[in-house]
């Protein structure tokens, strides 16, 4: 078994643990449906499974019990292996394999339609370790202190993406190096906008852990800029929207990037200099968690009050994201940042007092109400300072709200025929920029596509008033569907060729069932040995031949040997 590093050198003793039933009701989208596993007594259970986006819960009749899907690798277990509960079902089963901490768990459905929407989810939210056997890397096209970026191809899709490496040793040599690498995986998986870079797949192999990301191939924004020169005011416009929308949806979710600046903001493609997508979430925060850096982003582009934080008063808010926009707005229409300096710490001083030129003449050329969103963005006085939704609500927006809201209106519509499909083929480069925290105390239209909601699922049932765990043992209640009721005993007439071929894969013992060899009899007559024995196989609900059930000495087969 693999030895994953965010297991941190833990075991547990067992894969569910206790919690409390009202951690249901925290959850804002549920994932149900109810699995057939494999129990130590030899017997196959129900067992009634929820998903969220960070657990997968166990509900019972009495209790709720859950398992981190954060850190949790799964393996897909097809219809065609020859596992416990798939040989004896009637019905071709297909299943996970769970693992975390030195425990597993598998479970199994007949449900094809539940199976691809939980296979889908469990890509999204769990570890995946099948990484070379997915995907063919092409070529190198990034690399930084942290990781390098490769240019890589679904095999399944044949689409292209963007794989971003790091090195288990030395992500496990540097301070808070495997706690920083969760933070992020759990913060991207939270967001989902066509501003923000998207990551589909993690992948745990002996010595890596892979990001699948985007393929972007607009390449950084400021070196478009660099090339074409002053973006024109329209651009700029369309820019900024998108720009705060992605900051929007962040905030939103309680989320903060707190390292903006144009080197993490990528263009989507060379079509326009517009649709940018917000990359490197390194730095990035949850509100509601406790956090790994308070203080870091780049000089020059931090929020005064992150310089200014100190230990152990009132934590500073998203507002610190506008402040940063502001910053890379001022930069595309002056050329210039408003801090400047001949070192660090003259940059960081001019950053900490907040001085900027609101008079400086290409500043003062562009449209007026530009201009005062950004200088609403660049208030040292955070309450003085707009938020990002503030922002979008902003006179300088008000005629792309009209396209945005329009957009939205057509995009809910086509959700209720929306059916899930594969990403368009992206081709390209995603450039890699370094991610070192900085310690401040030692020194035409708008993006094609809106917020995507989830993917079409099977999503809870449940109605509001009652918690979720009360709804949902009153139905298990109602369907008696218990955690530990047995699945019936299988019909023999039903599937005789399919129990036949899952209670003998061996190549060895299929010639036999073809009458290959001349002194053995026909495995699936009436009469025969082996018939009894797949049939009493195939019977019961424990794996376990006896010893004279096989009779057939005449067949010198390695595996036949072996079973004598």
């Known amino acids: 078994m693999l030895q994953s590093i965010f297991d941190f050198g833990q075991t547990t003793s067992?894969?569910?643990?206790?919690?409390?039933?009202?951690?249901?009701?925290?959850?804002?989208?549920?994932?149900?449906?109810?699995?057939?596993?494999?129990?130590?007594?030899?017997?196959?259970?129900k067992k009634f499974l929820v998903m969220s986006q960070d657990s997968l819960f166990r509900v019972s009749l009495s209790n709720l019990k859950k398992a981190p899907l954060l850190t949790m690798h799964v393996q897909f277990i097809e219809a065609s292996t020859d596992n416990f509960v798939q040989l004896n079902s009637d019905e071709q089963l297909l299943g996970f394999h769970l693992s975390y901490q030195g425990?597993?768990?598998?479970?199994?459905t007949a449900d094809k339609i539940s199976y691809d929407?939980?296979?889908?989810h469990f890509k999204r939210f769990a570890i995946l370790d099948n990484f070379h056997e997915a995907f063919q890397v092409s070529k190198m096209i990034g690399k930084g202190s942290f990781a390098k970026v490769y240019q890589a191809t679904k095999k399944e899709t044949n689409t292209q993406y963007a794989i971003k490496a790091f090195s288990k040793a030395y992500m496990q040599q540097q301070a808070k190096g495997i706690e920083s690498m969760l933070n992020e995986?759990?913060?991207?998986?939270?967001?989902?906008?066509?501003?923000?870079v998207k990551l589909y797949e993690v992948h745990e192999t002996t010595n890596s852990i892979y990001f699948v990301l985007d393929m972007i191939q607009g390449g950084e924004l400021l070196q478009r800029v660099r090339e074409t020169g002053f973006l024109p005011a329209e651009t700029v416009q369309k820019l900024a929207f998108n720009l705060v929308s992605a900051l929007s949806h962040m905030h939103e979710n309680r989320v903060i990037h707190r390292d903006l600046k144009p080197e993490n903001l990528l263009l989507r493609s060379t079509e326009n200099n517009y649709e940018i997508i917000l990359a490197d979430f390194g730095l990035a925060t949850n509100l509601d968690e406790e956090h790994l850096f308070k203080r870091c982003g780049t000089p020059g582009f931090v929020a005064p009050e992150i310089l200014e934080y100190v230990e152990g008063q009132e934590f500073y808010t998203d507002k610190c994201d506008v402040f940063s926009a502001g910053i890379i707005l001022y930069l595309l229409i002056t050329g210039n940042t408003p801090f400047i300096?001949?070192?660090?710490?003259?940059?960081?001083?001019?950053?900490?007092?907040?001085?900027?030129?609101?008079?400086?003449?290409?500043?003062?050329?562009?449209?007026i109400q530009m201009q005062d969103l950004i200088q609403s963005m660049l208030q040292k006085k955070v309450s003085y300072r707009l938020s990002s939704q503030e922002c979008m609500r902003h006179p300088y927006f008000k005629q792309l709200v009209k396209e945005y809201k329009v957009q939205i209106e057509k995009y809910q519509s086509n959700l209720q025929c929306y059916q899930e499909i594969q990403n368009a083929r992206k081709i390209g480069t995603q450039d890699l920029e370094q991610r070192s925290p900085l310690n401040f105390n030692s020194s035409d239209s708008i993006s094609s596509?809106?917020?995507?909601?989830?993917?079409?699922?099977?999503?809870?049932?449940?109605?509001?008033?009652?918690?979720?765990?009360?709804?949902?043992s009153a139905r298990l209640s109602k369907q008696n569907s218990r955690e530990i009721s047995?699945?019936?005993?299988?019909?023999?007439?039903?599937?005789?060729?399919?129990l036949h071929r899952l209670a003998l894969t061996n190549s060895q013992l299929k010639q036999i069932a073809f009458n290959q060899f001349d002194n053995v009899e026909d495995p699936t007559a009436e009469d025969c040995n082996v018939g009894v024995m797949v049939r009493q196989y195939n019977s019961t609900r424990q794996i376990r031949i006896p010893d004279n059930t096989l009779q057939i000495k005449e067949c010198n087969t390695p595996t036949m040997q072996k079973q004598q």
């Not at 929407?117 to 889908?120: F, G, M």
């Not at 995986?185 to 923000?196: A, F, G, T």
């Not at 047995?486 to 399919?498: F, G, M, R, V, Y």
């Open 486 to 498: 047995d699945i019936p005993l299988k019909q023999e007439q039903k599937k005789s060729k399919d």
């Open 449 to 472: 596509n809106i917020s995507q909601n989830r993917q079409d699922q099977r999503k809870t049932s449940i109605v509001a008033g009652a918690s979720k765990f009360s709804q949902y």
């Open 185 to 196: 995986i759990k913060i991207m998986r939270r967001l989902n906008h066509p501003n923000i």
């Open 14 to 45: 067992t894969f569910w643990k206790q919690c409390d039933k009202a951690l249901l009701d925290e959850q804002n989208e549920l994932l149900e449906h109810e699995f057939l596993v494999g129990s130590k007594e030899r017997l196959i259970k």
């Open 103 to 108: 425990k597993s768990l598998e479970i199994f």
């Open 341 to 367: 300096g001949v070192d660090q710490k003259s940059i960081l001083k001019n950053n900490k007092e907040c001085e900027i030129d609101f008079k400086e003449p290409h500043f003062k050329l562009a449209p």
């Open 117 to 120: 929407i939980w296979k889908s």
